[in-house]
């Protein structure tokens, strides 16, 4: 069974830096080496938007909003993708969500929340 889990949301004032994991499990390493993984969010009363992918090689890819500010990797060890999310803005406060497109089928985690206060 595939399943996505996040951690790392909390609470950070306005300027501070979180680092957001998300750990995948379900898939055997050589697939998880090569699958496109992304970082989404979502604010109360918006739809969900992309913040952030990642491909095979490591390309990568930004929403204009967050490009520098924030930087997605993977951790094919741990079959994880992370996030830094550095210079945080009342704007960025969403729950964030990990998600994968896996044999035509897309998977998300529950998300975690990140709180700014200005």
């Known amino acids: 069974q595939v399943r996505l889990v996040e951690s790392g949301g909390d609470l950070v004032q306005s300027g501070g830096s979180l680092k957001l994991s998300c750990r995948v499990s379900?898939?055997?390493?050589?697939v998880f080496w090569d699958i496109e993984m992304g970082w989404f969010r979502q604010a109360p009363g918006k739809q969900r938007e992309m913040v952030a992918t990642i491909g095979s090689g490591g390309i990568t890819n930004y929403a204009d909003s967050v490009k520098g500010r924030f930087a997605i990797s993977k951790d094919n060890a741990r079959k994880s993708v992370n996030l830094q999310l550095n210079d945080l803005k009342p704007e960025d406060q969403a729950v964030y969500y990990c998600s994968m497109n896996y044999r035509g089928q897309n998977y998300w985690g529950p998300g975690t929340q990140v709180t700014v206060s200005s």
């Open positions: 379900g898939i055997i390493l050589s």
